[in-house]
């Protein structure tokens, strides 16, 4: 996984009960964990423009 990639959020990790498409803006480790940071491509009043998640909650999108 890397900047630019486009990408699903786990609905788990987002709370909103649903899986949401972004882009990620960076990836970094930190404490042993990868914490990914990303921007949603469809954000609305509950997800608020992004966030940053521990890799497990990310999958790659396929086309």
Same mark, same amino acid.
């Given at each position: 996984?890397? !900047?630019?990639?486009?990408?699903?959020?786990?609905?788990?990790?987002?709370? &909103?009960?649903? =899986?949401?498409?972004?882009? @990620? #803006?960076?990836?970094?480790?930190?404490?042993? !964990?990868?914490?990914?940071?990303?921007?949603?491509?469809?954000?609305?009043? &509950?997800?608020? =423009?992004?966030?940053?998640? @521990? #890799?497990?909650?990310?999958?790659?999108?396929?086309?």
């Amino acid at each position: 996984m890397k !900047q630019g990639d486009l990408v699903k959020v786990s609905s788990e990790a987002t709370g &909103l009960g649903k =899986p949401m498409e972004a882009v @990620v #803006d960076k990836v970094e480790k930190f404490l042993g !964990q990868t914490l990914v940071t990303v921007t949603y491509t469809h954000p609305n009043a &509950l997800s608020g =423009p992004g966030g940053c998640f @521990v #890799d497990v909650h990310i999958t790659l999108k396929e086309d």
